[in-house]
């Protein structure tokens, strides 16, 4: 179901991607419209025949909002909807010096291995068929030899041959029957298929890419692809061949090519936490200024060219959405240059009762509906009320007002507290059922909410 629906979202209209994004996050009508039509622009780019096609650049978006109100939410939704390239960074890890910190650069090349990574997995769709054709034949051979080919008397030969394609359809019925399953054969395999180098994970936390061709030749000639014989099921030698034989199959150079292309044309990038390096005061210590890394991303954000394992990428056209709380800084504290490159601006609002009920409730992981699958593996069926649902919207606001407002956040420390008790109880022998109304929420939190220290602590 996810595959169809990542492989429609680049097709949808703006409303119907807004559509989209209601099943999940409440409210934020303005924040949804502009990411609907921003990714709306990129697809009409993508079809302009014109020549102006090369200046028609995205209008990246900043949203701006109080913590808890669905800023990630929506990137998160975004991400799984959309079959475009996408990333997620968080400003902040690039202001940390050393083993954290990453350059700036690093979040283009992470795009670019999503990139390759999807595209790969496409063109293997394409060739999985031939590969398991060609699996089976192996398979074949292994469990019924083809004779060496050797001068021999014609007839001979024939006959051979003939009775041995006989043994191989039987065995080739048997396998697809699944009777061989149990067998055990004995194949190659690649043993650096098997056992991935772990001294290149201790190197880099960012994956080979930080690493440049050469020391990846390096070890790949120290370790050489060594073949060696194993026994193994029938059923688990079928898969090895078809992921060697569908490894064989896809043209890398051509999924590069792709991936590439879908990448400078489609990507998208989702800033997160941007408030947090909008500061334009000197930093002292280790880590690396903000503005620094402000001035870092500019030309990636504006378009420049960067290198990757796979080639060169140009970020012209990738759309960059960032997103920031902004409560101590304001994103007029963010360099002019910076600023300029996010022309749309939008204000997320903060939620309130009637949306907490709303967000209880309808969307399609709602808490609720969290809670009430992850209990009924215990025999207990949860019955949430109406006006149960309210008292907990309305405490978790109360909350919000008089200690810290961390928007929906609280929702969840709320409805954690209320079912504390339950949870803890739970499994029961004979399904039990619980009724959730208000009363049963004031039995649970009256004292908590009362005392403001209390909920301070424990909501
Ligand atoms: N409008 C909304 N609709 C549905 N769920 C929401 C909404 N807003 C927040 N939530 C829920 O609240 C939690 C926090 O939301 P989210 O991660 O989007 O916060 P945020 O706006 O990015 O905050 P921060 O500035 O702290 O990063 C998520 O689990 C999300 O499901
Ligand atoms: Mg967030």
């Known amino acids: 179901m996810n595959m169809n629906m990542a492989k429609k979202i680049d097709f949808l209209t703006p409303k119907e991607i807004v559509a989209e994004l209601d099943k999940y996050v409440i409210g934020q009508d303005k924040a949804k419209k502009s990411v609907a039509i921003a990714l709306r622009t990129r697809f009409r780019r993508n079809n302009v025949t014109s020549d102006i096609i090369d200046d028609i650049v995205p209008k990246n978006i900043l949203l701006i909002g109080p913590t808890g109100v669905g800023k990630t939410e ?26 954290m910190g ?3 650069e690093s979040m283009i090349r992470d795009l670019t291995e999503i990139a390759f990574i999807s595209e790969k997995a496409k063109e293997t769709q394409n060739v999985i068929d031939k590969a398991k054709e060609n699996a089976e034949e192996m398979l074949l051979d292994i469990l019924v030899p083809r004779p060496p080919k050797m001068p021999r008397k014609v007839a001979a030969v024939a006959v051979e041959t003939n009775s041995i394609d006989k043994t191989r359809d039987k065995f080739r019925m048997m396998f697809k029957e699944g009777k061989l399953s149990e067998r055990m054969v004995e194949i190659e395999i690649k043993a650096s298929g098997r056992s991935p180098l772990p001294i290149i994970e201790i190197f880099s936390q960012g994956g080979l890419d930080d690493m440049s061709h050469d020391i990846k030749d390096m070890f790949s000639n120290i370790f050489p692809k060594q073949k060696k014989l194993e026994k193994v099921k029938v059923s688990e030698a079928y898969e090895i061949l078809v992921r060697e034989e569908s490894e064989r199959l896809v043209d890398t150079n051509k999924v590069i090519k792709n991936a590439i292309e879908k990448l400078e044309n489609s990507g998208l990038i989702f800033i997160d936490e941007i408030d947090k390096i909008a500061s334009r005061e000197k ?19 504006e378009g420049s060219n960067v290198m990757t394992k796979y080639g060169i990428v140009r970020t012209d056209h990738i759309l960059f959405i960032a997103a920031g709380a902004f409560h ?16 749309i601006r939008v204000e997320m609002e903060s939620l309130s009762k009637k949306d907490f009920i709303r967000i209880l409730k ?18 207990v069926l949860l019955e949430f ?9 309305e405490i978790a606001e109360e909350v919000n007002l008089k200690t810290e407002n961390i928007g929906a956040r609280r929702l969840q420390t709320v409805l954690e507290k209320v079912m504390e008790d339950i949870s803890f109880d739970a499994p029961f022998k004979s399904s039990k059922k619980v ?3 208000a009363k049963y929420v004031n039995d649970k939190l009256k ?3 009362k005392d403001e220290d209390l909920s301070r602590y424990i909501l």
């Open 447 to 449: 004292s908590i909410v």
């Open 385 to 393: 009320n109406d006006d149960g649902i309210e008292r907990i919207a």
């Open 328 to 343: 101590v800084s304001k994103p007029s504290d963010l360099i002019p240059e910076l600023q300029g490159r996010f022309p």
């Open 283 to 301: 930093s002292y210590g280790p880590d690396v200024s903000r503005e620094g890394v402000q001035r870092d991303l500019l030309p990636i954000i």
């Open 74 to 99: 929506i990137a998160r939704r975004i991400a799984k909807l959309s079959d475009s390239p996408f990333i997620k960074v968080e400003a902040s890890k690039f202001t940390e010096v050393g083993y």
């Open 102 to 104: 990453r350059d700036v």
């Open 362 to 379: 309808e969307p399609k992981s709602a808490l609720i509906k969290q809670y009430e699958e992850l209990l009924k593996t215990e025999n």
């Open 435 to 437: 009724c959730i109304d």
